[in-house]
T-cell receptor, first 114, second 109 residues
């Protein structure tokens, strides 16, 4: 079966712009979580969506937002980009929240803000 | 807030030596998951531990969950070059997954 698909893989944006990242979970998975990973850092939780509802949110400013559609696909938006937003953004999907099988991650979108 | 401390941050080993990473939570966990991230890759789920005192093995990897469900460890016996990467633990508490900072396994040339 197809894995978690994230698009685009790479993105270069200018400070002040906004960006939208997309995540298509594994078919049948209803939970989608987003993480930010910077060099040398662990995984910083952004938010989790389940059946189109945001279940949990991490400690990120309001510039970071997301949504989930009825087909479980999710988008993440970052407005007014800052240099510090340069990171690998990972999406993870699962059937349910905190599933026994663990999360399946996509390959990520590498965002560079210049 | 809830935290999962993971140590060490880095471990350099000769190929064939053992490797261990430890995770300690400030709160009791309902379960703990382990992931491996290869250089340039994304985290891949390895295993989940649920029961107090649980020990699970996957070939050369041994995972343990503490009796109090607050700590966990991953031990790799006789490391190989394919083991290189960063190992993360993620504890489930109050339906939130709390991630450790990861331990990077480096094989000395």
């Amino acid at each position: 079966k197809a894995g978690v698909t994230q698009t685009p893989r790479y993105l270069i944006k200018t400070r002040g712009q906004q960006v939208t990242l997309s995540c298509s979970p594994i078919s049948g998975h209803r939970s989608v979580s987003w993480y930010q990973q910077t060099p040398g850092q662990g995984l910083q939780f952004l938010f989790e969506y389940f059946s189109e509802t945001q279940r949990n949110k991490g400690n990120f400013p309001g510039r970071f937002s997301g949504r989930q559609f009825s087909n479980s696909r999710s988008e993440m938006n970052v407005s007014t980009l800052e240099l510090g937003d340069s990171a690998l953004y990972l999406c993870a999907s699962s059937l349910e929240a905190s599933p026994p099988g663990g999360y399946t991650f996509g390959s990520g979108t590498r965002l560079t803000v210049v | 807030g809830q935290q999962v401390m993971q140590i060490p941050q880095y471990q350099h080993v000769q190929e064939g030596e053992d490797f261990t990473t430890y995770c300690n939570s400030s709160t009791t966990l309902s379960n703990i998951q382990w992931y491996k991230q290869r250089p340039g890759g994304h985290p891949v789920f390895l295993i989940q531990l649920v029961k107090s005192g649980e020990v699970k093995k996957q070939k050369r990897l041994t995972f343990q969950f503490g009796e109090a469900k607050k700590n966990s460890s991953l031990h790799i016996t006789a490391t190989q070059t394919t083991d290189v990467g960063t190992y993360f633990c993620a504890g489930n508490s109050n339906y939130q997954l709390i991630w450790g900072a990861g331990t990077k396994l480096i094989i000395k040339p």
